[in-house]
C-alpha cells in the first residue's frame, strides 16, 4: 500500500511537473524584480526563460538592427537540457552568431533516445523490462520530458531555429538498432562499429558515466545497460546521417563531444566533411575553452607543441602563472577547489601520515571512471594497473616511502563515483607493505606541498604533475596525460622503461631551469590563453545558474573579447581558440 501511494505521489507530480514549475519561477522572477527596483541583488532562481525574457525585453533595438541570417549554417547538437553550463554556453553562443549574422540552428532530443549519459532509461523505448525503475508510467518519462522542457525554455529565442532528432526516426528504427545491440557482449563493446563510425567507443564512455565506474561490473544490468548505450549510438548515426542530409549545415558544435548525445554526431560531420567545433567548461571561473575537430580533452593531448613553445614568458605572465598556483588553495578563483584549509606544514603532514625520514615518492590517482574516459591505455591498460603494479614494486624498495594520494574528488559530496580507489586497493593488498601510505581522499593533507616533499611523483593523468614540476618536483607521468610529451616530465612509452624509471628514482634529477620554463609556459598556456574569458553566466549555491549580462548588447562584437574568437573561430572553421590578456603581452 505505501508502494502504491508512493508511485501514486510520483505520477500526480510528474503530470503537473509544467504547470509547477512555470508558476514557482514565474514568481520567483517577480520577486528578483521586486528586488531590482529596490536595488538589491536577485535572491531567488530562475529558469533561463525567465532570465531570457528579462535580457530579450531591454534589447529591443539591437533585434531591429539584426541583420539577415546566412553562412554558415552552425547546428548546436545540445540536445539536453539537464546541465545548466552546457545551456547557457549554447545559448549565448548560438545568440551571438545569430547578431553576427550567422545562421544558428538548434537541435534538441525531444525524448528521443532510449538512454544518454543523463538517463539510462531515456524514452523508455524499448521497455527497460526488469531493469525498469519501478514507477509508473508519467513518473517514468519525467526525466526525459523536464530535460525536454528545460532546453526549450532556454533555447526559445529570436531568430534561432531548431530541429529536433524525433524528426530524423524512421519506422523500425529502434528496433533494428536495438536487435543489433543485442549480439554485442560487454568485451566487444568499445570495437563495435556503426557506419564506418566508433560506436561502441561512444556508447562504453556513457556507460563509465552513466555506472560512475572505471572498470564495468560484468552483471546483467551492466550488459543491459551497455546495450542501451549502443542502441543510441547507433541511433543517433543513423538519424544524424538524415539531419544532416536534410538540414546541411557547415559547422557542428557540441560540448564535450564524449558521450552518446555529441560524440556520434562528431564523428558524423567529421566523415561528411562539417567542421567540428567542441567547448566546454574549465577549472576557472567564467571562462571557456574550445576545440576544432575534436573534444578538447583529446585536442589537448594531440596539439602540437609549437601552439605554445614559442610563448613569451613576459614579466608579467610569469606573476600570472605564479600567482595562480600559489591560490590553488583557494576557492574563489576555480570552480573546483580541494585544498581549502590544507595541512601545509612538513612536520605536521609527516606526523599526520606517520611517515620517517625516508625518501619519498608521492603517488596521485585520478577519480576512476574520469581516468578512463579521457586518458586512454598508454603504458599500462588502465589506471587500476599501474596502481597496483607501482604498490608492488614498492614493496621491494623498503628504503623509500611510497605515499598515495587518493584523489580529493572522491571524499564526500564531491565528485560522484561508484568505483572509489581506496576499497579496491584494500581488496588487492589486504595488508599494505609497511612503507606504502595512502592519503585518505578527505585528508586535509596537502598535494602540493606532499609532492614537494618528495623526491619524486608519479601521476597517470592528474593535472597536479604540471604544478608539482612548477614546484621543483620531477614526475613521472603513466597515462595519456595533457602534460605528456611537452618536455617537462618523464614520459615511458613501456612498462620496462617505467619499471626502470623505478628502479632509479631517488636518484632523478629535479626539474632543470629549461624544463621549469617550460612548464610555467604550459601552465599559462593552459590557464590563461586556452581558457577564455566568458563573463556570461554564474553558477549559483545549488548548481543553478544565472545569465550575467544585461542585454543582447552585450554579446555584440567588441563587446567581449572571449566571445569575439569563439564566434570567429566558429564562423571561419580555422582560427585559432586562444586570447591572450594585451597587459601581459610586455
Known amino acids: 500500500m505505501a508502494k502504491l501511494s508512493e508511485n501514486l505521489l510520483g505520477e500526480v507530480k510528474a503530470l503537473t511537473f509544467p504547470a509547477r514549475r512555470r508558476a514557482r519561477f514565474r514568481l520567483h522572477a517577480l520577486a528578483n524584480d521586486a528586488l531590482g527596483v529596490a536595488g538589491r541583488p536577485p535572491r531567488y532562481v530562475e529558469t533561463f526563460a ?10 529591443a533595438d539591437v533585434l531591429r538592427a539584426m541583420p539577415e541570417a546566412e553562412a554558415p549554417r552552425v547546428l548546436f547538437g545540445t540536445m539536453f537540457g539537464g546541465a545548466y553550463t552546457t545551456r547557457a554556453i549554447d545559448a549565448v553562443l548560438a545568440m551571438s552568431l545569430r547578431l553576427r549574422g550567422a545562421t544558428p540552428i538548434i537541435l534538441d532530443c525531444s525524448e528521443g533516445l532510449p538512454a544518454c549519459e543523463w538517463n539510462v532509461y531515456g524514452n523508455l523505448e524499448p521497455d527497460p523490462g526488469p531493469f525498469g525503475s519501478g514507477r509508473m508510467r508519467h513518473a517514468d518519462e519525467l526525466a ?7 532546453l526549450r525554455e532556454s533555447h526559445t529565442l529570436p531568430g534561432i531555429d531548431h530541429v529536433s532528432l524525433r524528426d530524423f526516426a524512421v519506422p523500425g528504427d529502434v528496433a ?12 566487444d563493446l568499445r570495437d563495435f562499429v556503426h557506419h564506418d563510425l566508433p560506436a561502441g567507443d561512444q556508447a562504453f564512455a556513457s556507460l563509465l558515466k552513466g555506472t560512475l565506474r572505471g572498470v564495468p561490473l560484468e552483471d546483467e544490468r551492466t550488459l543491459w545497460m551497455a546495450r542501451r548505450y549502443l542502441t543510441s549510438a547507433i541511433l543517433m548515426i543513423e538519424r544524424g546521417e538524415r539531419l544532416f542530409e536534410r538540414v546541411r549545415p557547415d559547422r557542428f558544435v557540441a560540448a564535450d563531444g564524449v558521450y552518446v548525445t555529441a560524440a556520434p554526431l562528431c564523428a558524423l560531420a567529421r566523415k561528411s566533411g562539417i567542421h567540428v567545433v567542441v567547448h566546454g567548461t574549465p577549472y576557472r571561473k567564467q571562462t571557456i575553452w574550445v576545440s576544432h575537430h575534436e573534444s578538447y580533452h583529446r585536442a589537448l593531448i594531440n596539439e602540437r607543441n609549437t601552439r605554445w613553445e614559442d610563448l613569451e614568458m613576459t614579466p608579467e605572465r610569469v606573476r600570472v602563472a605564479d600567482e595562480y598556483l600559489a591560490s590553488k588553495h583557494l576557492k574563489a578563483r576555480d570552480y573546483t577547489s580541494f585544498h581549502v584549509d590544507a595541512i601545509k606544514d612538513e612536520t605536521a603532514i609527516r606526523t599526520e601520515l606517520g611517515l620517517d625520514e625516508r625518501p619519498i615518492v608521492s603517488l596521485y590517482t585520478n577519480i576512476l571512471w574520469d581516468a578512463q574516459l579521457y586518458y586512454r591505455l598508454n603504458v599500462f591498460s588502465n589506471m587500476l594497473e599501474w596502481l597496483f603494479a607501482t604498490i608492488e614494486h614498492f614493496e621491494k624498495r623498503p628504503g623509500l616511502q611510497l605515499v598515495i594520494r587518493l584523489h580529493p574528488g572522491e571524499a564526500p559530496g564531491a565528485w560522484p563515483t561508484n568505483q572509489p580507489i581506496l576499497p579496491e586497493i584494500e581488496r588487492r593488498f589486504p595488508t599494505l607493505p609497511s612503507n606504502v601510505t595512502v592519503v585518505r581522499p578527505e585528508s586535509k593533507v596537502s598535494s602540493y606541498v606532499l609532492g614537494a616533499m618528495s623526491r619524486a611523483a608519479l601521476v597517470y593523468g592528474a593535472r597536479v604533475g604540471v604544478e608539482l614540476v612548477m614546484l621543483g618536483t620531477p614526475v613521472i607521468v603513466a597515462g595519456e596525460a595533457f602534460m605528456r610529451g611537452k618536455g617537462f616530465t618523464h614520459d615511458p612509452s613501456s612498462a620496462d622503461e617505467y619499471y626502470a624509471m623505478l628502479e632509479r628514482i631517488e636518484n632523478t634529477e629535479r626539474p632543470s631551469p629549461a624544463a621549469l620554463e617550460r612548464a610555467r609556459k604550459w601552465y599559462y598556456y593552459y590557464f590563461f590563453r586556452l581558457m577564455m574569458p566568458f563573463p556570461f553566466y554564474d553558477l549559483e549555491r545549488d548548481g543553478a545558474a544565472r545569465l550575467s549580462f544585461g542585454s543582447l548588447a552585450d554579446l555584440m562584437p567588441g563587446r567581449s573579447p572571449g566571445l569575439d574568437v569563439v564566434c570567429r573561430g566558429i564562423t571561419d572553421a580555422e582560427s585559432a581558440f586562444e586570447w591572450d590578456d594585451p597587459s601581459a603581452e610586455g
Open 50 to 59: 525567465e532570465q531570457w525574457r528579462r535580457i530579450i525585453g531591454r534589447s
Open 144 to 150: 526525459c520530458r523536464a530535460c525536454t522542457l528545460k
Open 176 to 187: 533494428r538498432a536495438t536487435e543489433l545491440a543485442e549480439t554485442v557482449s560487454l568485451r
